[in-house]
């Protein structure tokens, strides 16, 4: 650009109130999530199948999966605080899509290539990595662009491209086997080519996807952002920042870490279940991140926050989130525990339920897991419709009674996977585990974009997907076990137990404080 064109774009007023985007605007900067998803859910529907190909007990799957989760804790908020305070020629958050794009492309295309069971964990560490580098940032993209009053067609707008990509991602490989003649079985210790191709299709979408989206929209500067929501951030009641004092920070450390030292040695002591390390070590862990930011403000007191550095910030952000973000984490837990429960074992459930088989190199087991891709790629396609219909149900009955309903719909499907015996009868359960999937992937959002300090959006996107990341870390640690102790190893009762959680988290939406703005 130059000299010429920014001292115009400079001097170029900007409107007092932030602009609506019509449906093609609104179209093109969520249509980089299609490619997002279609990733995302290639990684749900084949990374349990891949695992238990190269030799995994079923046991060990919930500890396997704690690469995605885990990744997602660390990588979003620090990918969140970063687009905050971005500003270059691509952007404020396109830069971040671009790289995270790149990545998962070429984790796709070699994550079917791994050879032993350990490789493919650390492919799926990489690979999420990689998503959640390209999938924070459209988050806060949603609540920069829009004005308030869009947010939840542009969270819907997300939900739709999320179930039309994960509806073809996940029946890739029914597809490639029943329709191109790719065989869906190979060797012991081997991936099927209809796993393979699905993976190669699948990054050539996410690029072009993304890529598009990076294309055809336009980011607001800071300065514009500033000026659209400063009457919004005058009437916002935040905690002021850097309330939490040194000696708290201390007080903090050492209870987390003696707390997580306690917890480890008691599961040494009494040999128990290793999975069960995960959590301890994740209670530790937050011990020293709060000796971190003591020190650093016992140092810098007299300094600007901006200072302190970007783990400090992050963690006297989580501190300091607003009460209506605290409450809308109770709801994440619950339902993104019932997800995650859902995602790693319902094609071992099903294969076990309801084709009878624990044989991963049968007929039928490969079948079984076939038809669970088609049942994801069934409830997503639901979800694409869902999308459509939430905005119109929003505004009838509330945006958070919208949000009973459908997790309401969502658990009873869960459920009722127990009680159909014919596998081809599951597609009817789907159909509310889809209006959850697309009311988690929007309504949370969009009510929590309302209550949140512009210039943070980034930031507090990615500490609100802590909530989303601890449910799943204690999924991986307590699944297991569970089914082990309780249910001799059944994977059925761990899709019963995503039920019952789904419904919980439709009951606590309905504790949270709404903001009279959202829609």
């Not at 238990?52 to 605080?81: F, H, K, M, S």
């Not at 993976?199 to 500033?226: C, D, H, M, N, R």
């Not at 905690?239 to 707390?259: C, D, E, K, L, S």
Request: charged fraction near 10%; include cysteine; aromatic fraction near 14%.
């Amino acid at each position: 650009m130059s000299a010429n064109n920014q001292n115009n774009q400079t001097l170029s007023p900007i409107p007092n109130t932030q602009p609506q985007l019509n449906f093609w605007q609104i179209f093109n900067m969520c249509f980089g999530f299609l490619g997002i998803q279609f990733g995302f859910a290639l990684q749900n529907a084949n990374v349990s199948r891949i695992f238990q190909t190269l030799g995994a007990d079923i046991e060990a799957i919930p500890i396997l999966w704690i690469a995605a989760p885990l990744t997602g804790l660390i990588v979003q908020p620090i990918i969140g605080y970063l687009s905050d305070n971005t500003w270059n020629v691509l952007g404020r958050r396109r830069p971040y899509f671009l790289i995270g794009a790149v990545l998962t492309t070429l984790s796709l295309f070699v994550m079917p290539h791994s050879p032993t069971l350990w490789i493919a964990a650390g492919m799926l560490w990489i690979m999420d990595a990689s998503i959640n580098i390209a999938m924070e940032p459209f988050r806060a993209f949603v609540g920069d662009n829009l004005p308030q009053n869009q947010r939840t067609q542009g969270y819907a707008m997300q939900s739709f491209f999320i179930g039309i990509g994960a509806v073809i991602a996940s029946a890739l490989p029914y597809i490639l086997t029943n329709y191109f003649d790719v065989t869906n079985t190979a060797p012991a210790g081997e991936i099927a080519d209809s796993v393979r191709y699905a993976f190669y299709f699948g990054g050539a979408v996410l690029f072009l996807s993304v890529g598009w989206t990076v294309i055809s929209t336009k980011e607001y500067s800071p300065q514009e952002l500033a000026h659209f929501h400063q009457q919004e951030s005058a009437q916002q009641h935040l905690q002021p920042a850097n309330t939490r004092t040194v000696n708290q920070y201390r007080y903090g450390a050492f209870v987390w870490m003696a707390i997580g030292a306690i917890f480890t040695a008691a599961i040494i002591v009494n040999d128990l279940d290793k999975q069960l390390y995960i959590l301890s070590l994740g209670i530790f862990s937050f011990g020293p991140l709060q000796l971190i930011c003591s020190i650093k403000l016992a140092n810098k007191q007299q300094q600007p926050r901006s200072s302190l550095g970007l783990v400090f910030n992050v963690i006297d952000d989580l501190f300091h989130m607003p009460k209506a973000m605290r409450q809308l984490a109770v709801v994440q837990f619950f339902a993104w525990f019932a997800l995650f429960a859902m995602w790693i074992y319902t094609t071992a459930a099903v294969t076990a339920h309801h084709y009878g088989t624990t044989d991963v190199v049968s007929q039928a087991y490969n079948d079984g897991a076939d038809w669970v891709g088609m049942l994801f790629a069934s409830y997503n396609g639901f979800a694409a419709i869902a999308a459509i219909i939430i905005p119109f149900l929003a505004k009838a009955v509330g945006i958070k009674l919208t949000h009973t309903i459908n997790m309401f719909l969502g658990g009873i499907g869960l459920i009722s996977f127990y009680f159909i015996q014919d596998p081809t009868q599951l597609w009817i359960p789907m159909i509310g585990v889809g209006f959850a999937w697309a009311s988690i992937l929007s309504v949370p959002y969009a009510m929590l974009s309302g209550v949140l300090p512009p210039q943070k959006m980034g930031v507090y996107m990615g500490i609100f997907n802590f909530f989303i990341v601890i449910p799943q870390l204690l999924a991986a640690s307590i699944l297991g076990l569970l089914l082990k102790l309780f249910f001799d190893g059944q994977p059925i009762y761990a899709v019963v137990l995503g039920g019952i959680f789904m419904m919980v988290s439709g009951i606590a939406v309905l504790f949270v404080d709404q903001n009279k703005h959202t829609q």
